[in-house]
């Protein structure tokens, strides 16, 4: 029985003919939030000033606060900050930096994630204790101070930060997988295309891994938020992605000198922040429900 | 018993001595001479190779490694690059804090999360458990040090009734007795509240869906059905069963919060850890970098090691298991 049959033939009125992310108001919530921002970011020329780094005046424009104009008659809907550059401008660029940091960084971890993890419950003894004693071990490291010594002895840059987030993360995703691909592998249609002599590469690709998907796919959800709110951390820290290039952390970072007199520099990405993650958090948590219901939290 | 706890030292371990050995490598092999950092760039090829000698970052590295283990093993731990002082004493003024921080929030945020989880199932599906689900999960999801500043910009700098920085005022050393006390307790009270106010977030929404979980066992209808109270479920039957899982979280949640207890460190400059780990990773100072890992492997898997054992204590099922 696959996934999607399940869905289908699911007895829960929310998960039928209407789009399941509609009925599901935690779901759609979230679906709305990542929409939006992925149409901000990617028009970001186009509801902004167009430049994040832009500085006129410095002494004129700088401080102003939410909702005024400057002199040169440009409107700052979230202010200026320091430097008198548009908070608005920079939150727009920094949710390209923010969103493609995170969300690339959940790819890395899903990819090795899954690979160890099929791995591991494909094939038997000694391969498979060392695979997921590995992973245990790595699960069991503190992985913000990984991450601190890992991003901070290199050059800071945004690939870095993929890269050491992705690599820091595919502990749970391998777990998960592992998990999945040995139940999977008990099941009567695993053996069934053993016994016509299907190669094990395929059935690991066509019959195993599909219906291992599901848990991924909201583990993923979930860790998205928290990936994004670790990017924003270590570059709040200096460790991460570098100014004048704009990122929520960052801008957080800049903000937190000018607190007394522009709060509104360090309280801006800090809310969208937020948002992001009560969204991923929100839309993991209606997956879960939707594709897993024997998992789902009585309500 | 005794076979389950000595496997999970030996793994403890094993786990302390994996963070170390990885620690030690990763420092040697990025880019970055702490030796260039600490005598800067006037200095000449000679000087520099004198300073690199007396650190002995001149030998193979596995000699290094070797040399390092066991010195840390019999209790020498270097002299800090950056400031000159015994890294036993940088770290042993660090630590006690960190663990009163951790400590008290951790108390705090299960104190307030179970209380509103209790209060939540009780009332599962009303306006009230909606509204506070809302709370709970956006409570969860303010990243630790930008609450730190929204506090800080409350409660500093408009009402002016909390200090932000440090652990105690600049005349700590000259007050004594109960204005002391009082002068720590208001430096504790924001660095606790950021990690707190995010905990109960966590720790409310497990309570709530354990909770909903023995709601729904047939004992409960049999407890009901005897006549007994509703107070008397909730507290005898409901509560005493949902709080077993409570504990697996207390195993997850030690790990979590000492990572955040280093973002809120470096926010309110306090004097722990993570604020120590975080200096001393910039400023490139091995030593100190070395055993501020060692150290904060050691308090995770220690917590770790205290949840698995309650759990053990509280469900003898799980002895048997893994």
């Not at chain 1, 979230?78 to 608005?88: A, K, L």
């Not at chain 2, 195993?251 to 280093?262: D, E, Q, R």
């Amino acid at each position: 029985m696959t996934a999607t049959r399940r869905i289908r033939g699911g007895a829960d009125p929310a998960v039928q003919r209407v789009p399941w992310f509609w009925a599901d108001r935690r779901a759609a919530f979230g679906v709305a939030v990542f929409l939006a921002l992925a149409v901000v970011a990617v028009f970001a020329p186009l509801v902004s000033t167009g430049d994040p780094a832009l500085q006129r005046d410095v002494v004129a424009t700088r401080f102003l606060p939410p909702l005024s104009t400057d002199l040169h008659g440009v409107f700052h809907l979230v202010g200026t900050d320091r430097f008198g550059r548009d908070v608005w401008t920079r939150l727009v660029y920094g949710s390209r930096i923010s969103l493609s940091v995170g969300i690339l960084a959940m790819v890395v971890s899903v990819a090795i994630g899954v690979s160890v993890g099929a791995m591991a419950g494909l094939w038997r003894g000694t391969a498979r204790v060392t695979l997921m004693g590995f992973t245990d071990f790595a699960l069991a490291l503190p992985r913000v101070v990984l991450l601190l010594l890992l991003a901070s002895l290199w050059q800071p840059s945004a690939l870095l930060v993929v890269a050491v987030l992705g690599v820091t993360g595919w502990m749970p995703i391998a777990r998960l997988v592992y998990g999945e691909v040995r139940g999977l592998s008990a099941r009567s249609f695993v053996h069934a295309a053993e016994a016509l002599g299907v190669r094990r590469s395929a059935i690991l690709s066509r019959h195993v891994l599909p219906n291992a998907l599901t848990p991924v796919i909201v583990a993923a959800t979930l860790g998205v938020g928290n990936t994004i709110m670790l990017e924003a951390g270590l570059s709040f820290l200096g460790v991460g992605v570098q100014p004048p290039m704009p990122s929520w952390g960052n801008m957080i970072a800049s903000g937190r000198d000018t607190l007394v007199n522009a709060p509104w520099v360090a309280t801006a990405p800090g809310l969208l922040l937020v948002l992001v993650v009560v969204a991923s958090t929100l839309l993991g948590d209606a997956l879960r429900d939707t594709l897993e219901p024997s998992k789902r939290a009585v309500r | 018993m005794i076979r389950f706890l000595a496997r999970r030292v030996v793994v403890g371990a094993a786990v302390v001595f994996g963070v170390v050995t990885l620690t030690f490598l990763l420092l040697r092999l990025a880019p970055g001479d702490p030796v260039e950092r600490l005598i800067g760039p006037a200095a000449t090829p000679v000087q520099i190779e004198a300073q690199r000698r007396s650190l002995g970052l001149d030998r193979p590295l596995v000699t290094q490694y070797g040399i390092w283990v066991g010195r840390f093993a019999a209790g020498d731990w270097g002299t800090s690059i950056a400031r000159g002082r015994p890294v036993r004493e940088v770290i042993g003024t660090a630590w006690p804090a960190t663990v009163i921080l951790v400590g008290l929030s951790l108390s705090l945020s299960y104190l307030f999360g179970i209380l509103v989880g209790a209060v939540q199932a009780n009332a599962s599906g009303s306006r009230l458990d909606t509204g506070l689900s809302v709370a709970t999960v956006a409570v969860y999801a303010l990243p630790g040090y930008w609450l730190g500043l929204m506090l800080v910009m409350v409660f500093t700098y408009w009402l002016r009734v909390l200090p932000a920085f440090g652990a105690a005022g600049l005349d700590a050393d000259f007050v004594g007795g109960w204005a002391w006390f009082v002068d720590r307790l208001r430096h504790l009270v924001l660095p606790v509240a950021t990690l707190t106010l995010i905990g109960i977030g966590g720790a409310a929404r497990f309570v709530r869906g354990s909770m909903l979980d023995v709601l729904s066992q047939p004992f409960v209808a049999v407890a009901r059905a005897k006549g007994l109270t509703s107070r008397r479920v909730t507290f005898r039957h409901v509560l005493r069963n949902a709080l077993v899982p409570l504990v697996t979280l207390l195993g997850l949640s030690i790990p979590a919060l000492f990572s955040g207890a280093v973002f809120v460190e470096a926010v309110f400059a306090w004097p722990g850890v993570g604020r120590v780990l975080v200096e001393a990773v910039q400023g490139r100072d091995y030593p100190v970098v070395m055993a501020a890992t060692a150290v904060s492997a050691v308090l995770v898997v220690v917590g770790n090691l205290t949840a698995d054992l309650l759990m053990a204590l509280v469900d003898p099922r799980v002895q048997h298991t893994s």
